[in-house]
């Protein structure tokens, strides 16, 4: 273990084996050393930004066990927005001083292709200042599968129609055993890392998610990462790694155990510690809660997302996040907590340190 803990001192690249041995090290020491890769990149900036997030339908032609969001037996309470309802949304949030709209749906294929896309240029006419970061690796291959095109010309639609920036999720676990048994005949970890390929080859950003604490092992973990790791080698187009705590109610996955802080904290550290090419670590408080979320900065994160003002997805598993977070509030319990709060757009160019 002491070399290890020596070659992550030393800054050199851990590998498989090694990142995996990680998790038997004591909570205190890992979280040190993930601590020292986070001070050396940004100090105790801890980094936020105002958004909101809108998933306009739960309609969904997969069946992800995981998800507690598209309308299914456990969830019989269809619905789909018009653009106006987006648009009405999208304008209010603009009047609180949102940057982002984080536009994420379920794949729905009752509405058409230009319901997905034509609202982005809505949006950019209406609000040429809102940072629009919309659609899934999930999303863009069910378009493409559903509306017979290409990844790229479906990406290329998403540029023209105004979207600047990839959310990270779809991505789950990339293991194939494991996402057979989650979600099956959902993307595939080839195409999702295709598509994110594609999209960083167009000069744009995106974000990587894993979703941990269902039925994969720690081994899934590192493997998922490692994989991530070496896209970002090629492409250099990640901002921003999101581990995803699984929220456990009113799914069809049924797991018994839930995941302790502990385990949840030593994620958040290797991950600091294996990503050594992508910048931020963001602790997704919806899926860690805000308590968890505030301590994950001294165990590498340096992001928190934002206040986020409304969430559909893993409220629907349990979250508690259905009504987001007030500014105040988000700012005084980083600051509470020993960090700097910096507002951020959705590149991480710093807007204001609160
Ligand atoms: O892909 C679904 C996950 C994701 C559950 O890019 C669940 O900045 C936990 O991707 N328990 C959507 N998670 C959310 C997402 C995201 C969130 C915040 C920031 C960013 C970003 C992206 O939610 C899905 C899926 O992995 N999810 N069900 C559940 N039961």
């Known amino acids: 273990m002491n070399t290890i803990i020596q070659k992550i001192k030393n800054e050199q690249r851990v590998n498989f084996d090694e990142a995996l041995k990680l998790y038997d090290l004591d909570l205190f020491t890992l979280g040190m050393l993930a601590n020292e890769i986070r001070e050396k990149k940004w100090g105790k900036k801890s980094y936020f930004n105002i958004n909101r997030h809108i998933n306009p339908t739960n309609v969904c032609k997969d069946i992800c066990k995981f998800c507690a969001f598209s309308a299914s037996r456990k969830n019989p309470n269809q619905y789909t ?29 009752e509405t058409g292709l230009s319901w997905y896309l034509d609202i982005f240029s809505k949006i950019k006419n209406q609000f ?74 167009r000069g744009r950003h995106s974000n990587a998610t894993m979703l941990f604490g269902h039925i994969e092992e720690q081994k899934h ?39 302790s802080s502990q385990e949840i904290l030593k994620t958040m550290a290797i991950s600091r510690i294996v990503l050594d090419n992508i910048p931020h670590l963001k602790a997704y408080w919806v899926t860690s809660t805000i308590n968890l979320a505030l301590i994950s900065q001294e165990f590498g994160a340096d992001d928190l ?3 986020i003002e409304r969430e559909s997805i893993n409220s629907a598993a349990g979250a508690k996040s259905a009504h987001g977070m007030r500014l105040e509030e988000f700012v005084s319990i980083i600051k509470n907590s020993g960090f700097n709060p910096i507002e951020r757009d959705s590149l991480y160019n710093e807007i204001k340190a609160w």
């Not at 490692?226 to 009113?250: A, H, M």
Request: hydrophobic share 40%.
């Open 81 to 109: 927005m018009t653009h106006d309802e987006i648009l009405n949304i999208v304008k209010e949030s603009d009047s609180r001083g949102a940057k982002e709209v984080h536009i994420v749906s379920a794949h729905n294929p």
């Open 305 to 307: 997302d934002g206040t």
């Open 128 to 201: 040429p200042h809102m940072h629009v970061k919309a659609l899934t690796a999930a999303e863009i291959n069910f378009l493409a599968t559903e509306y017979n095109h290409s990844y790229e010309e479906i990406i290329d639609m998403m540029i023209e129609s105004g979207v600047d920036s990839m959310p990270g999720g779809g991505a789950e676990i990339f293991d194939e055993a494991v996402r057979d048994k989650i979600c099956k005949g959902k993307v595939s970890s080839a195409e999702w890392f295709e598509i994110h390929k594609l999209w960083h080859q």
């Open 221 to 259: 973990r590192i493997d998922h990462m490692i994989r991530l790791r070496d896209l970002q080698d090629e492409t250099n187009g990640f901002n921003t790694f999101i581990p995803l705590v699984y929220q456990r109610d009113n799914n069809f996955l049924n797991v018994k155990d839930f995941l």
